[in-house]
């Protein structure tokens, strides 16, 4: 099976409104798969129905060959997933090797957790109402980790860890992707979202509005034109050559540009150059790219 998870015309309303509209894709085995929007999107929605936590209005999943709607056998397929919720709970009262040691338990296999935790240390010693934000955090993640997954199914997996944390856990999910295993994730951090997926699926309105592989993407929308002029440029002269911003009192342009590139630099000249960067786009510039248009 190459293809892990697969999602046909997924749909779901809630009392009228859209959560998600007829929203396809598919995620290949070993690859690591970013689903981004803005809030309300339907990113929690979409990750609900594929862990089978509440049924489509229409359409269906497939998740590790099973389709979602069968309870029975999603019940199995759920136990061999590793899935951070956004807005998990951990029980208070516990210390934190205690909360390890019962879940370790109910899954009854050996934990990684030994191993996660020397990426992201946590002080195990402490009660769970004791952690901070990050902290309960690197607990989660430890926790929807340690049995050693095939699938990895995050929900903001970066909230609350500080840029360290950070880099070091886009690390180890980069080298769980390179261990073959498959990682669908949503953020809203888009530079992190860069250094780790292979692909991205933006969606908007609950609705996919891109699809396809990083590179692709950022190539296929265009180039950043940012320049420093040595006479005032009037923002009508850039009609039609792209979105354009003016600042510096006209002085130093900036161009999301998707061709007419000799255009644009002939224009650029006439008002001589003094400085210039051609680039494409970052993930966050595309990102706000499309949401605009």
Do not use: W
Not at 254 to 277: F, M, N, P, Q, R
Request: with cysteine; charged share 30%.
């Amino acid at each position: 099976m190459t293809e892990v998870i697969v999602a046909e015309g997924l749909t779901k309303y809630y009392d009228g409104r859209v959560g998600i509209e007829d929203v396809s894709f598919s995620v290949r085995r070993g690859e690591a798969f970013a689903y981004l929007g803005p809030n309300g999107a339907g990113k929690t929605t979409t990750i609900r129905l594929l862990l089978g936590f509440m049924r489509p209005t229409r359409g269906r999943a497939i998740v590790m060959g099973v389709d979602t709607r069968e309870d029975r056998l999603m019940t199995k397929v759920k136990a061999e997933i590793g899935y951070l919720a956004e807005d998990f709970t951990l029980p208070r009262g516990l210390k934190g090797k205690e909360v390890l040691r019962h879940f370790a338990e109910i899954r009854g296999v050996r934990s990684r957790a030994e191993e996660i935790f020397s990426i992201l240390p946590l002080d195990l010693e402490k009660r769970v109402e004791e952690y901070s934000k990050g902290m309960r955090q690197i607990l989660a993640i430890a926790l929807a980790l340690s049995h050693d997954p095939d699938l990895l199914i995050l929900d903001e997996p970066t909230t609350g860890l500080d840029p360290l944390m950070r880099d070091r856990l886009l690390g180890f999910l980069r080298e769980e992707v390179r261990r073959g295993k498959t990682v669908f994730f949503s953020s809203h951090v888009l530079g992190e979202v860069q250094k780790v997926a292979d692909r991205v699926c933006l969606i908007k309105g609950g609705k996919v509005v891109s699809l396809e592989d990083l590179p692709s993407l950022l190539s296929k929308l265009g180039k950043i034109v940012r320049a420093r002029l040595s006479k005032p440029l009037d923002l009508k002269k850039l009609e039609g050559l792209g979105r354009a911003e003016l600042t510096e009192g006209g002085r130093e342009v900036t161009i999301v540009a998707e061709g007419k590139y000799s255009e644009i630099l002939t224009l650029l000249a006439e008002y001589g150059i003094e400085d210039i960067e051609v680039r494409n786009m970052t993930l966050e510039e595309a990102f706000l790219h499309i949401y605009r248009r």
